[in-house]
């Protein structure tokens, strides 16, 4: 027991409880083995997230002017 009542116990996951269809978790678990339930449904979500932010960002593509200032920037970082 930690004497000090400033210091909070903090973690980084959440416990829950999900009813998730058999078919959908065996399925999952075949296409990634050797990773437990929590690793193969956390992979599959980073999945996701990385995926759904790709597709945002390509929505985004010719919605705003970007200047290239490359060989400006270049040319000043061998002047100084």
């Known amino acids: 027991m930690v004497d000090d009542p400033a210091v909070v116990c903090q973690t980084d996951a959440i416990r829950t409880t999900l009813d998730i269809d058999d078919d959908l978790i065996r399925t999952l678990l075949d296409r990634l083995p050797g990773r437990s339930k929590t690793d193969a449904i956390e ?11 790709i597709g945002r960002l390509k929505s ?10 490359s060989a400006e920037l270049r040319a000043l970082d061998r002047t100084t």
């Open 43 to 53: 992979h599959a979500i980073e999945a996701f997230l990385a995926d759904d932010a």
């Open 60 to 69: 985004l593509a010719g919605t705003m002017e970007i200047e290239d200032r």
